[in-house]
């Protein structure tokens, strides 16, 4: 009986581990073309196809992009509508629902962006650079997680469950930080109605209305308010997101649940996963991406940009993650994961240096200049890969170490049974 409890609880983590590996393959492939596509004979048709103009009418309102912000305004915020749905399940039901279980992973997380954002300031002092700052504080979940899956066995259950708080503590951060510092000129109207529409999600949500369209009809007008209120428009997939129902249903109440897996909060998140995961990222990393190499963009603020970002996230984000999970423990704030060390936990602190998707995404409000926006992108991708292939070696190390001292896993290091959702 144990035992099925037990999967019960493991299995959703399991299968969203083993989608974002999949997902991080065909990310890591995305990005891989549109390098080479912005580096070939063909490097002009890649420019214009993301410029090419994409118009929506509806009678005398008309909404008018290039491709590329269709993509990183309208796609991505369904990326960040299923990051809200994440931290919300989280909170409620998973691994940040209690303070001690979320001690660890929140210090991790906000030294992990502190310190990478240091380190940038720390070489990025031309003040067309200092923008920049935001772009090595974010982690790619997908890109992490992938990596981190490849080494099976070798990495604990543990080790998963944690690099997965941390980052979603992570996108939160990042999320914050483009709220706050990546904002236009704000538009009061818009802001009013976004505001009134938010609400509107909230109270329906207290009235027991558990029906998606409601709140997809909701969230679609309030992504159009703010994207005209001047804020960016992808944080109204994360406003919605809260609103979104996960308890059981009011017949159910007598159970005690708060959480059930054909809430409409499970049943969105899981709908949207294979979507996010094959569609919207890929889509992304094919648009974003691409940087034509030896451009010329090496004058003194590109310069500037692209060592800050490598050194922000090869070095600031495993030493800003180290120290503050050091700094939680030896407090007595938390505890390591079981059979998780700090050689692993080093590791996973370089797998967080993989930045990627959120990177780039920071990284495009950062940079108006499209030489700039090459130099970030050209620091971004670098180092994403330093990061994988550090954190990597560290974590084969440390396991090749545990297996050379103890021959076989003592009772101490047995997997954790943690309460995921």
């Known amino acids: 009986m144990a035992e099925k409890v037990f999967r019960a609880l493991v299995s959703p983590f399991v299968a969203f581990t083993r989608m974002e590996a999949a997902g991080g393959v065909l990310l890591m492939a995305s990005a891989a073309f549109a390098l080479i596509w912005s580096n070939s004979a063909w490097a002009a048709s890649y420019v214009a196809l993301w410029q090419t103009p994409v118009s929506v009418e509806v009678g005398g309102f008309v909404l008018d992009k290039a491709l590329l912000l269709w993509i990183n305004d309208g796609l991505m915020a369904v990326f960040f509508l299923l990051i809200g749905l994440e931290i919300k399940r989280e909170v409620v039901a998973g691994e940040l629902n209690s303070l001690r279980k979320a001690a660890l992973p929140v210090a991790a ?60 503590v992570d996108d939160l951060g990042a999320i914050m930080v483009i709220s706050l510092f990546y904002t236009a000129a704000l538009d009061t109207t818009a802001l009013l109605a976004a505001g009134g529409l938010f609400v509107l999600a909230v109270l329906g949500n207290r009235a027991g209305i558990r029906a998606i369209p409601f709140y997809g009809l909701v969230g679609a007008a309030l992504w159009l308010a703010v994207l005209k209120s001047g804020v960016h428009a992808t944080v109204a997939g994360v406003l919605i997101a809260t ?179």
């Open 109 to 168: 997380a906000v030294g992990g962006m502190l310190v990478p954002a240091a380190a940038y300031l720390m070489v990025a002092r031309d003040p067309t650079a200092v923008a920049g700052w935001g772009v090595p504080v974010a982690t790619d979940i997908a890109f992490a997680l992938g990596v981190l899956l490849l080494l099976g066995s070798r990495a604990p259950l543990a080790l998963k469950v944690f690099l997965t708080a941390v980052a979603i």
């Open 243 to 421: 609103t979104i129902p996960m308890g059981v249903g009011r017949n159910d109440e007598e159970t005690g649940e708060h959480d059930h897996p054909e809430s409409p909060l499970h049943m969105l998140e899981h709908g949207l996963h294979p979507w996010v995961a094959f569609v919207v990222l890929p889509v992304f990393a094919l648009a974003n991406a691409g940087v034509a190499l030896g451009g010329g963009t090496a004058d003194a603020a590109g310069m500037q940009i692209t060592l800050g970002i490598v050194l922000g996230l090869v070095l600031g984000k495993p030493l800003g993650i180290l120290a503050t999970s050091w700094i939680a423990v030896r407090a007595g704030w938390a505890d390591l994961p079981e059979g998780v060390n700090w050689r692993q936990l080093t590791g996973v602190g370089s797998l967080c240096g993989i930045g990627f998707t959120m990177s780039l995404f920071i990284g495009g409000l950062a940079f108006a200049d499209p030489a700039l926006l090459d130099a970030a992108k050209m620091g971004i991708l670098g180092a994403s890969l330093i990061s994988a292939l550090v954190g990597t070696d560290l974590l084969l190390t440390a396991s090749q170490r545990s297996e050379a001292t103890s021959g076989a896993p003592k009772k101490s290091e047995a997997l954790p049974q943690p309460s995921v959702s």
